[in-house]
């Protein structure tokens, strides 16, 4: 990345500062958040978005909804800011999971004065962005040992150094593997309705010289049966217990097509994504968005007014059509209860 | 529809009238094709796209391209004409079927004067408009019975009014099913590139007052878990001697989906669109369309400068994957080249 996708600048008394990811790739723009609302709307408005980097935006966010508070209102603050910030998107857990670590860090050193615990918080929420940057890292390079040279992958919506701190997590497999003087060469699905595909994933892949080729949804299957893709790899933005994954709409769809190729389809995510307290995928909440972004994606009607959509954001991969889930401490192979426990215990 | 798709206008001096899709549902406007060249461009360009509406297009062409001819350059314009527009566009068989029907058409009466020729290839392309009105509603009558009361089918692109000369194919099997009294609805993928689900296909139902949602290609896999589809039913542009169907990119992947999910999915095709030349659907050519469809999408660059790009138009799903076609004659089931060759011999 250019710059860091998200950032603190300052002190306590600082501010957030993001790329806006809803310009990309015709305009690089950055945005300042100074109070919680605006990282709300960042959230809520994609301006930020993809799982790990929506935790960074939540725990940075934290601190603005506390920065001014006195000591008599911090705890109150602290509740909600956290509760409200919670409301923003529904189905990426690093949000509750990043909210929660923050509100446990103030627990915690609950003793200490408000200056200190405002530090503390800052302190937490940096940690988190430093443990992402890590975690990208360590994804990439047990990723990549499933990557061999000359490999084709296919892709989905933008698992990218945009979607964390860092250098992304499916796309981290395919950075690192070419890190390691693998030729290696990308589809990327463009993933309508927000085209994250080809708006982010292909800006990021391009920048780093990685060849790669835009393709429309509808195309990944035959693409797969041309035989042009090895392998399918994909971020994610919850996995329950028995590794079932949530993830941007259309990756279900992806791995059946995938299943049906004989073509390995792989989960990328860090463990800050999985929520073990699901047992499986079917209680995992899918957020519907407006239709207009059918209906008008490309800032021009393009559907009969008055016509019904349907917008889920999300859609649910069972366990059994993962080949595996590529996570910061390991490989999770086969996908199933017993060895998601294992690796996360 | 409002009026019909495309029609002639006048006796042989006339011209072709066709309603341009490019600009529904935000526009409708009808353009006026008074040479050869401007029929080429609106195949091309898909101002008339459809595979039945393609071969009227290409027959009306024929006219245009003989009615100016004197004696002698009568058999060379002919020649020119169809040689001409067979180039427009290369995968619909529809195109090439009207073509050699309008120089068989002048051959079987080739001792007649110049102007009782004209005539009978006006005459001949007015049949194939009028065999293609009739064939529509045979089709729909076959495919209604395919769909019972309170069904919620899927379809992909447009195969309905504006695809034939009357309403469509497989959109004539819904027409013809409330016609028949039964309650239906019918979910649209929006079928990028071109969005002619969202464009036309929701367009011409919501006419017709059946309730039509829209959706992303990509969400066809998460509403079919769902439970909420009981059938699909789409187009084809050519169809192989085995029953291996060529259609608008996606229907492959659409076609996989569908039997992962056990739902029927059936190709709704009158006998034109047969290729039994062809033994299977490998040798279908498929057209490879500009990038920037994928791009530009209605104006605005969505990718970055430069991105490659891969964009094949249509894709060929095998006949195992297909439970019937559904033809003007009756319907195949199962879909294989014995009953093909029963059918269309």
Redesign the interface.
């Known amino acids: 990345m250019p710059v860091p996708t998200i950032e603190w600048e300052g002190g306590v008394d600082g501010r957030i500062r993001l790329i806006d990811q809803t310009l990309l790739?015709?305009e690089f723009k950055q945005i300042y958040c100074e109070d919680v609302e605006s990282v709300w709307q960042a959230i809520r408005q994609l301006n930020v978005r993809g799982a790990p980097a929506i935790g960074c935006a939540a725990a940075l966010g934290t601190v603005l909804g506390i920065q001014h508070s006195t000591a008599e209102s911090f705890q109150d603050d602290l509740k909600k800011t956290t509760d409200y910030l919670a409301t923003s998107r529904p189905t990426a857990v690093n949000l509750f999971w990043a909210l929660d670590r923050m509100k446990r860090a103030a627990e915690a050193d609950a003793r200490r004065s408000l200056d200190e615990l405002k530090e503390i918080l800052l302190g937490e929420a940096k940690a988190i962005i430093e443990e992402d940057r890590a975690m990208c890292r360590r994804i990439g390079a047990h990723g990549a040992t499933l990557i061999h040279d000359g490999a084709t992958a296919l892709t989905h919506c933008n698992a990218g150094g945009l979607a964390t701190a860092d250098y992304g997590t499916a796309l981290a497999c395919f950075f690192a593997a070419k890190e390691q003087g693998k030729t290696i060469s990308v589809?990327a699905?463009?993933?309508?309705?927000l085209?994250q595909g080809?708006?982010l994933t292909?800006?990021e892949l391009?920048q780093d010289g990685i060849?790669?080729?835009?393709?429309?949804?509808?195309?990944?299957?035959?693409?797969m049966?041309e035989g042009r893709i090895d392998l399918v790899v994909v971020g994610a933005d919850r996995i329950a217990a028995n590794g079932d994954a949530a993830n941007k709409?259309?990756t279900?769809?992806l791995a059946?097509?995938a299943r049906?190729h004989g073509i390995p389809f792989y989960v990328a995510a860090p463990s800050s994504t999985f929520d073990l307290s699901l047992a499986d995928g079917s209680a995992i909440p899918i957020e519907e968005r407006p239709?207009d972004e059918?209906?008008c994606?490309?800032?021009?009607?393009?559907?009969?007014l008055?016509?019904?959509?349907?917008?889920?954001a999300f859609?649910v991969t069972p366990a059994e059509l993962i080949a595996a889930i590529i996570t910061e401490r390991g490989i999770i192979r086969p996908v199933n209860a017993a060895n998601v426990a294992v690796m996360m215990g």
């Open positions: 790739p015709v589809y699905d463009e993933t309508r309705p085209l080809s708006r292909a800006w391009m060849d790669v080729t835009i393709i429309c949804d509808s195309m990944a299957a035959q693409v049966k709409i259309g279900y769809g059946v097509l049906h239709g059918i209906t994606g490309f800032g021009r009607r393009t559907a009969p008055g016509v019904n959509t349907y917008n889920p859609d």
